[in-house]
């Protein structure tokens, strides 16, 4: 057993039997009430947020939680197959578990896993991607006094904002947490 100060951000616990995982914790000592501990977390299984009041002498039951590196390898309906590169095992992860991240994931791509036991309990794409533009309107030449974006599809098949000289063909590169455009890469 574990105390609430033990706990940090990615902490995972078990929480009314569920497992979620700590997103922010405070230490809060309101004038002459005893200091307690406001813990934000988020359920493994439902993504649902929700946030408790630790007493600061109160036991809370901590998960051991294994990460791994998986190689995705290919899209099998709802769900995503990974390799573990040591053993080669092929593992199916719901796409869910990527959060929006999986719309910009392509073959070959790098991800980490967070393991409880035998079972994927999370999921991380690569923080940023390089994919290329397959489908994007011209931009019009001289109009870059402005910050103006436009639409371009990537080869994923994914939308995302671009600048105006960004044209068919061009790699870029993508932040997979929000979806925005990064930079233009060469070669």
Do not use: W
Not at 41 to 57: H, I, L, P, S, W
Request: aromatic share 8%.
């Amino acid at each position: 057993m574990a105390k609430p100060k033990d706990l940090g951000s990615g902490s995972f616990i078990r929480h009314n039997g569920e497992l979620c995982q700590i997103m922010e914790i405070q230490h809060r000592t309101p004038g002459n009430l005893r200091a307690f501990y406001q813990a934000k977390m988020r359920n493994v299984k439902t993504g649902k947020q929700t946030e408790y009041r630790y007493n600061a002498d109160e036991d809370v039951t901590m998960v051991r939680v294994e990460t791994k590196e998986l190689q995705y390898l290919y899209e099998e309906g709802d769900s995503f197959v990974c390799m573990d590169n040591d053993t080669y095992d092929q593992l199916p992860i719901s796409k869910a578990a990527f959060g929006e991240g999986a719309k910009f994931m392509k073959e070959g791509d790098t991800i980490m896993a967070s393991f409880e036991g035998e079972q994927v309990i999370g999921a991380q794409a690569p923080t940023h991607v390089t994919l290329e533009i397959t489908y994007t309107e011209p931009g019009v030449r001289g109009d870059t006094a402005t910050n103006t974006l436009k639409s371009a599809t990537v080869e994923t098949g994914a939308t995302v904002m671009v600048p105006l000289f960004c044209d068919t063909g061009d790699k870029i590169r993508i932040d997979t947490r929000t979806g925005d455009y990064m930079e233009r890469v060469k070669g």
